[in-house]
């Protein structure tokens, strides 16, 4: 009889300690979940705070500014699902900023830049972050649109002077390099790189046709085109001079030399 009970009770203590680490296994998969989710919406925010400390190189419209204020309210409140003591005290604070933001930006009337006011910055280190920053922007807008989240207009508009900006930059890039291009004497390269730079500035002045941008680097093109076919020239070997058929029929029957 004690043998029975002493079976039960081993038996009643595996059950526990199954049961037991099973809980704990359930806790800690949970918590590592939790860990997760917490870490891709502080990605998610950190992305859109990214791009929005670098709105001001750009004429960002109220519409995007927007976008990327309500994506981190979306970010901070699915944060505040899963984090705990300080951490939530501070998704807390922060939420109830940007909810400000959002308010003072919905209130007030929308603005569109212009984006004929657009200046690339002369600081090669800007231009390459402004050029990740469109990219990450453009790529922003699609997810949110994607979403449901961003009407198809604004998305359209938005998404045409991203495309826009990025169009100014390459033109931009591209003439730099054909001028280098053309200081190495490859001017083959050079020539191929400003004709691109033409090409797109036409398609540029198809979206905004009273851009004075436009105007300005297709006159800058041209010339830097005229001065690379002008080099060209100057560097090509002089053809040499062809002889008269008389030059060497009177050399033929000339006096010979006594010698």
């Known amino acids: ?8 009770l081993i038996g009643a203590l595996l059950l526990l300690i199954i049961g037991f680490s099973i809980v704990q296994q359930q806790k800690e998969r949970a918590e590592a979940e939790r860990r997760i989710e917490i870490a891709r919406q502080r990605a998610i925010i950190d992305e859109t705070d990214a791009v929005l400390s670098n709105t001001g190189m750009t004429p960002s419209s109220s519409h995007i500014m927007l976008i990327l204020y309500r994506r ?30 959002v308010s003072s930006v919905s209130s007030s009337a929308s603005q569109v830049p212009a984006i004929e ?45 991203i495309d826009n900006l990025q169009l100014r930059i390459n033109v931009e890039s591209m003439i730099t390099r054909a001028r280098a291009a053309c200081f190495m004497k490859q001017y083959g390269s050079s020539k191929q790189m400003v004709t691109k730079a033409l090409n797109t500035l036409h398609t540029i002045k198809g979206q905004t046709p009273n851009d004075p941008f436009i105007a300005r680097k297709v006159d800058e093109a041209k010339q830097l085109l005229d001065e690379i076919m002008g080099a060209q020239k100057h560097s090509e070997p ?13 050399m033929l029957f000339q006096p010979k030399k006594k010698w």
């Open 72 to 101: 981190i309210q979306d970010a901070l409140e699915q944060s505040l699902l899963h984090a705990s003591g300080q951490l939530k005290s501070d998704y807390e604070r922060r939420l109830n900023d940007i909810k400000a933001q």
């Open 238 to 250: 002089s053809a040499p001079k062809q002889k008269k058929e008389g030059d060497d029929l009177d």
């Open 1 to 8: 009889m004690s043998l029975i009970l002493v079976l039960i």
């Open 117 to 161: 006011g657009f200046r690339l910055p002369d600081n090669d280190r800007q231009v390459l972050e402004l050029v990740k920053t469109l990219k990450k922007l453009k790529a922003i807008l699609r997810a949110e649109h994607n979403k449901g989240k961003v009407d198809p207009s604004i998305f359209s508009q938005e998404e045409m002077r």
